[in-house]
């Protein structure tokens, strides 16, 4: 009779909808990630992209926005369900998704400051401002120019990074292209008339392109749930939501 039970059980589960064991998940992002997380609206490429995916099979996300460099540290302390952009180079442990987007990171530059810089080893005597963990994503070679270079900051506000730029506080910005093009366009809403007049974001600014892409995934404690996510990310690339997404925030 107890085996009978127990059949009865697994036969009622496997037709109960999938739906029905979808999770309230809380997610730990990034802070000052626009366009891909904007806190400010709740929106942005990779939260609308992870919203959607996790959808399909039902599940929910809350979103925390912690310092970049708590990312993997929250994450590790249990502090939540899943983390975002992340990628194996954390070492954290981790069920990794499959990627679900790319970041472009550059060497920017103001033209005015005519600096020659081909290659990673030519930043070793620039004043140089990083995004926070830069160190960690950007390579060995990156991380090796750093060690030799006392005048290597990061900072985890993206918003800074780019006024002190302009600014000429600093002679290269290194983070994504498409991250410094917001603020580039959007400084006027971080910062007082004064500084952002000082700043005149309308100088002409060189992209040095030194490093690949880098593919971010999202880091779950659930296998399961990794799974539906990866399940949901390839419905909406198939049917075409994903490509809408982005460009809806890049023109």
């Known amino acids: 009779m107890k085996n009978k039970i127990i059949f009865s059980i697994f036969f009622i589960l496997a037709f109960i909808p999938h739906q029905l064991f979808a999770e309230g998940l809380v997610m730990g992002v990034g802070l000052a990630l626009p366009p891909y997380f904007i806190q400010e609206s709740n929106s942005g490429i990779e939260m609308d992209i992870i919203r959607e995916a996790l959808k399909f099979k039902g599940h929910t996300v809350t979103f925390n926005f912690v310092p970049f460099a708590r990312v993997p540290v929250d994450f590790a302390t249990g502090k939540f369900d899943c983390v975002s952009p992340i990628n194996e180079s954390s070492e954290i442990k ?52 750093i060690k030799g270079n006392p005048k290597y900051e990061e900072t985890p506000n993206q918003s800074s990074q780019t006024i002190l730029l302009y600014l000429n506080r600093t002679q290269v910005f290194v983070g994504d292209v498409n991250i410094f093009k917001y603020y580039s366009q959007n400084l006027s809403k971080f910062f007082s008339p004064e500084e952002f007049e000082r700043a005149n974001t309308k100088q002409e600014v060189v992209y040095h392109s030194l490093f690949p892409k880098t593919d971010y995934k999202v880091a779950f404690k659930n296998e399961q749930i990794m799974k539906d996510f990866n399940e949901g990310l390839n419905h909406i690339k198939t049917n075409g939501l994903y490509e809408q997404i982005i460009s809806k925030y890049i023109k």
């Open 94 to 145: 981790a069920n990794y998704s499959n990627s679900h987007i790319s970041y472009q990171n550059d060497a920017i530059t103001l033209k005015s400051s005519n600096l020659t810089i081909k290659n990673i080893a030519d930043l070793k005597d620039k004043k140089v401002l990083a995004f926070q963990n830069a160190k960690i994503y950007l390579g060995k070679e990156f991380g090796d120019m």
